[in-house]
């Protein structure tokens, strides 16, 4: 028995199994994957190189050349809308003005509209509404 200076005891007869790993396999395995991916890299990107110019080709065209003149035409109502949030607070806004002013709902027939606060007044005053009271009927 050999006292080997970095690790202690060594034995002969004990050792690796120098055939068990092909290190020059290996090597050519991961060269060859390399390759491989290298050729793969170059194929996809002339397809798309291909792809591109043809899709150019395609877009130099007009996809609808019977509608070649309709560039100006608009779909019909109700558009969608472009700025909704501009929308809601005009919306809002001609609400609110509506509510805290008077005016005519129809001149005719004299009905007007008046703001709400003067609203809930009127109705706190008079009170709502009801029914005309009437015998109840039974219904055979």
Do not use: C
Request: proline letters at 6%.
């Amino acid at each position: 028995m050999a006292q080997h200076a970095a690790h202690g005891p060594h034995h002969d007869d004990v050792g690796h199994e120098a055939s068990d790993v092909n290190v020059r396999g290996i090597v050519q395995f991961g060269v060859g994957l390399l390759v491989l991916g290298a050729v793969i890299y170059l194929v996809v990107w002339v397809f798309f190189g291909f792809l591109s110019g043809r899709a150019s080709r395609a877009s130099e065209q007009l996809a609808y050349p019977l509608a070649a003149g309709q560039e100006d035409r608009v779909p019909p109502e109700p558009r969608l809308q472009t700025n909704p949030r501009a929308d809601f607070r005009e919306l809002r806004e001609s609400e609110d003005k509506r509510l805290d002013s008077y005016g005519w709902v129809d001149r005719n027939a004299g009905i007007v509209h008046i703001p709400i606060e003067d609203a809930i007044k009127l109705t706190l005053q008079r009170g709502l509404p009801s029914r005309p009271a009437t015998e109840q009927q039974v219904v055979k």
